[in-house]
Each structure stands twice: as structure tokens, then as C-alpha cells.
């Protein structure tokens, strides 16, 4: 029985685990947190789960130990950091690696920024309130909006250590919103029509991470969308194309 890791921070990697374990193929998912590992487990039986951040160098020697015979990465389009470390270790350790992508969206009608820093800019050129639905990773670099402390929004996901981020730059509790995504219009234009937002600032997160939910509801309360822009990838599978590599994998001995 063929050995195959998943790299899963994202919906269509916990999706890719739960459909090959239909097959004749022994699963282990790592994931960074226990957040993560709450979304794996129960899925099916016979997946096994590995929980905590790694290098590459722990990455590889993770793959030869495993004996793994292919490396699937559907980690987070943004989370470039990650993709980086585990196609490295993949290399590192002779074994086959696939990289799982969303398909990017075309939405017209935004305003797109590399990075958050350059969104602060242009948030500091506006007022009302700011609706960050960037996740927790780079919270810290809100602290440059004017006003952060009353303007500032967050949607996060409801671990532990994302609420404690938002803590440690000094957000109230009122303005975080911890939730698992993804989101209807219905919902997200509720909660920015509550929070009086002016701003949203958001990641093209693709239609799995409700992106176009997100923008329609602005839209529809003229509020005006800053997007971050995704790190750029050379190249990779859709989830369909990753599925078929790895069944295909039944036939090579």
C-alpha cells in the first residue's frame, strides 16, 4: 500500500484525504495547529493525522521516515513560507511532490496591494471602519491604521492562538469576530452592515474560501474592497488534476 502525505490548510486538501482514503492508500495529513487537526479528525478512520509546524529539513526527514511515495501540498495559497519549506524537503528527500492551487478569481472593481503594509497606506488615507478578513497571521501590522483600536474589525478563526494575536496588539474583544469560514453573502453583509463598515480588506481566498460572497456584499453596500494579492506560484494542479496524479500512483510499482 502506496504511502502518500498531504500537506492540508486548506478546504480542497481536507477534501483530497477524505477521497483517497476511499482507495487502497495509507494517509497521513499534517497540519500547523490544533485548529486544524479539529478539521481532520472524524473525517474517516483511516487517516492518520500529524499535528505541529515543521521545517524543511524536519519536512524531509518526516518524508524518508514515512517512506512516503508522494508529497501533496494544498496548504494556503498565501501561505508562501510553507510551500517553500515543503517543496524543498520534498526535493531534499527524491520523492514525487504536487502543488494543489486555487484558481485565482477575476473580479474587477478592487483595489490590490502585494501586501498588507501597502494596504495600511491606503487605509490611512480613509475613515470609517475596516473589516480585515486577512486572518491572524499578520494582525501585528494593523497596529499602523490610525485609530486601530476603534476601527478595526477582525474575522478569524476561532483557535486559541488567533484570538491571542488579537489580544497581544491590543484589539478589544468586541471587534473580533472568530468564526469558521467559509461565509454567506447573506451572513457577510449582515455583519458589515452591523459593524458599519467602510473598508473591507480581504485575500482572494478563491471560490472555496467564499471570495465572491465577501465582494458581493460589499458591493452591495458600496463599500469600498482592498485585496491583498496572492504570492506569486509557478505552477500547480487543480484539485481534480491532483486527485488523478495521485490515483494513477496505484499503477506504478
Known amino acids: 500500500m502506496k ?92 520523492v514525487k511532490y504536487i502543488r494543489l492551487l486555487r484558481e485565482k478569481s477575476d473580479i474587477k472593481g478592487c483595489d490590490y496591494f502585494s501586501s498588507i503594509e501597502q494596504a495600511v497606506e491606503r487605509l490611512n488615507e480613509s475613515d470609517g471602519n475596516i473589516f480585515a478578513a486577512t486572518g491572524s497571521k499578520e494582525l501585528e501590522k494593523y497596529k499602523a491604521v490610525y485609530g486601530f483600536e476603534k476601527r478595526l474589525y477582525v474575522r478569524i478563526l476561532p483557535s486559541c492562538e488567533a484570538i491571542k494575536k488579537c489580544e497581544m496588539i491590543g484589539l478589544p474583544h468586541k471587534n473580533i469576530i472568530a468564526m469558521q469560514g467559509p461565509f454567506s453573502y447573506e451572513l457577510n453583509k449582515a455583519l458589515f452592515n452591523e459593524l458599519n463598515i467602510n473598508v473591507l480588506v480581504t485575500k482572494d481566498g478563491g471560490i472555496a474560501g467564499g471570495f465572491k460572497e465577501k465582494l458581493m456584499a460589499a458591493d452591495s453596500l458600496g463599500i469600498k474592497t482592498i485585496v491583498i494579492g496572492r504570492p506569486n506560484e509557478q505552477g500547480g494542479l487543480s484539485y481534480r488534476q491532483a486527485l488523478q496524479y495521485v490515483l494513477n500512483l496505484r499503477e506504478e510499482h
Open 3 to 94: 504511502r502518500i502525505l498531504i500537506f492540508a490548510g486548506t478546504t480542497e486538501g481536507r477534501k483530497l484525504a477524505q477521497e483517497l482514503s476511499d482507495y487502497d492508500f495509507d494517509i497521513t495529513v499534517c497540519v500547523a495547529t490544533a485548529y486544524g487537526e479539529e478539521q481532520i479528525i472524524g473525517r474517516a478512520t483511516n487517516i492518520m493525522v500529524h499535528t505541529g509546524r515543521m521545517d524543511s529539513e524536519q519536512i524531509a526527514e518526516f518524508i524518508i521516515n514515512g517512506k512516503f511515495a508522494c508529497v501533496a501540498d494544498a496548504t494556503h495559497p498565501y501561505a508562501a513560507e510553507a510551500t517553500k519549506n515543503i517543496y524543498a524537503a520534498a526535493k531534499a528527500a527524491s
